[in-house]
């Protein structure tokens, strides 16, 4: 076994270009973006194409599931259309982040289609203060036609509050006290949902790559939060980033002790994209997915047959997940066939570590290596 650490220039994930492959910061980034707010919506928000990204807390009864979005997101939608706004396309936050391929897909949509404004609605609840409870934040800002899909400091119209229908009130009279251009005369009376990408560009092969035993596996680190213009942060925004840049050092620790468990040669790498890794010498580089179970199965095109249901292959035995349970799933990417290996065996888990110490079992037992 071969273990090389690459020394290359870092890039933070949330400023790439549409030509990489890199692992994203993710939806947590959305707090650390330091909007410029006003008190007024913006100009053209009746007139230009809206999509709306939502977050939500874990289920109540669940915590391994989602809240159910998509019926929060239908009541919105039904005041965003008597407002007037166009908000043409809904998504789940976590989605657009949950793989670097999926993400520059969905981005790449939102531009043909001619988006003008993102609309960030954040469901949170507090089990502490029984005051926050249930707590709403809309945001309003530019799409930027970018990965990230909203830039740092960009303007922003943002309300906030407990109440969901006292905010969507105050957000209606806003719009009608700034009496704006209305010209979205064709909004659809439901909301749109839209949770798949097609990311596999190569051959979809349900094994492990047999040339992983001559060529090294292309392992990306994970990703720090780096801001654009860090002179600009307060402080409050600069501590939550501390801490989440600490956790990501945890993060690529713990990544190196499981990858020291692959019988076979890798190396750990924070320049990963396809180009990169080709123009190195090197074919393989292992992506991972970070969504619910039933999600990634339609974005890896495995044959969705309506399972509640879903077993992964442990070290441990078989393990049963709900199918919209948030998990994690590697697999393995030639990046100048674009095929993908999604592994014999279906072995996501509920955290990242479980799901590559799965990976490696799996990948070592089909192969026949130790």
């Known amino acids: 076994m071969l273990r090389i650490i690459i020394h290359g220039t870092f890039f933070g994930l949330l400023v790439l270009s549409f030509s990489t492959n890199a692992q994203m910061v993710g939806a947590e980034a959305m707090r650390f973006k330091n909007f410029t707010l006003h008190n007024a919506p913006p100009k053209y928000l009746l007139s230009k194409k809206s999509a709306v990204f939502i977050s939500t807390p874990p289920d109540s009864k669940d915590h391994r599931l989602r809240e159910d979005w998509k019926e929060f997101a239908k009541e919105i939608h039904g005041s965003f259309k008597k407002m007037g ?198 074919q393989f580089v292992l992506l991972h997915f970070n969504t619910t179970g039933d999600h990634i199965k339609a974005f890896m095109d495995y044959e969705i047959d309506g399972d509640e249901i879903l077993e992964s292959k442990t070290a441990m035995g078989k393990v049963s997940l709900p199918a919209e349970a948030e998990v994690t799933k590697f697999y393995v990417k030639h990046v100048f066939t674009k095929d993908v290996y999604t592994g014999l065996n279906w072995d996501a888990a509920l955290t990242w570590e479980e799901a590559l110490e799965n990976f490696v079992f799996n990948m070592k037992d089909i192969l026949d290596i130790n």
């Open 85 to 282: 706004i166009d908000a043409v396309a809904y998504y789940y936050i976590d989605d657009l982040f949950s793989n670097s391929d999926v993400n520059e897909s969905l981005a790449k949509d939102l531009i043909k289609r001619q988006f003008k404004y993102v609309i960030l609605v954040e469901h949170t609840r507090s089990s502490i203060n029984p005051d926050l409870e249930n707590y709403y934040v809309i945001t309003v800002t530019p799409f930027n036609k970018e990965l990230t899909f909203v830039d740092e400091g960009a303007n922003a119209w943002r309300i906030e509050g407990p109440s969901l229908n006292t905010l969507l009130v105050k957000m209606s009279k806003d719009i009608q006290r700034k009496e704006m251009k209305f010209s979205n005369y064709l909004i659809p009376d439901e909301p749109e949902f839209f949770t798949d990408a097609a990311i596999i560009k190569g051959r979809r092969i349900p094994t492990y790559a047999m040339d992983l035993k001559v060529e090294p596996l292309i392992v990306p680190k994970f990703q720090k939060y780096i801001p654009k213009d860090s002179s600009q942060i307060n402080v409050t925004t600069r501590a939550k980033i501390k801490k989440f840049n600490d956790e990501i050092d945890r993060k690529n620790q713990r990544l190196e002790q499981i990858m020291s468990t692959y019988p076979l040669k890798y190396e750990i790498s924070d320049n990963f994209s396809d180009s990169e890794v080709y123009n190195r010498g090197g």
